[in-house]
């Protein structure tokens, strides 16, 4: 099974989502962890690669995983990813080859501009652990 690591981004409130190419899905900002390197290692690094942004609070007491399957050059293929939050105060994106978008969203409103499920439940989790300790 393939694993990646992502972040769910704040800032005072506003969640960071990233749409694919083409008119794509919205998600968090995650990817594929290298050899040798930690879930927390791979999120930052994809953090920083996919948006610039390497100034955070990662939260890493937080962690909730999402699993789904996908195709790829016509095969399935089964993935995980490892979920964490992060809190910054940099608001400047600078995307990264693989987005064509960006949008720094309330609450709510990334929750209905997530395209899968998953990624909603983590959102939600997120909020609910940010607001049971007191940093939201």
């Not at 990817?31 to 920083?48: D, F, N, P, T, Y």
């Amino acid at each position: 099974m393939e694993t990646s690591a992502g972040v769910v981004l704040v800032n005072f409130g506003s969640i960071l989502l990233l749409q694919h190419p083409g008119g794509g899905h919205w998600d968090f900002p995650k990817g594929h962890i290298e050899e040798g390197e930690s879930h927390v290692e791979s999120a930052l690094r994809e953090l920083k690669e996919e948006t610039g942004i390497s100034e955070v609070n990662m939260i890493d007491e937080f962690r909730e995983r999402t699993e789904y399957t996908y195709t790829r050059k016509g095969r399935k293929r089964q993935k995980q990813v490892i979920w964490f939050v992060a809190l910054t105060d940099v608001m400047g994106v600078t995307l990264s080859h693989e987005h064509e978008q960006y949008a720094w969203l309330e609450w709510d409103a990334a929750a209905e501009r997530l395209t899968h499920d998953g990624p909603r439940r983590v959102l939600r989790a997120a909020q609910t652990w940010l607001d049971e300790h007191n940093l939201s």
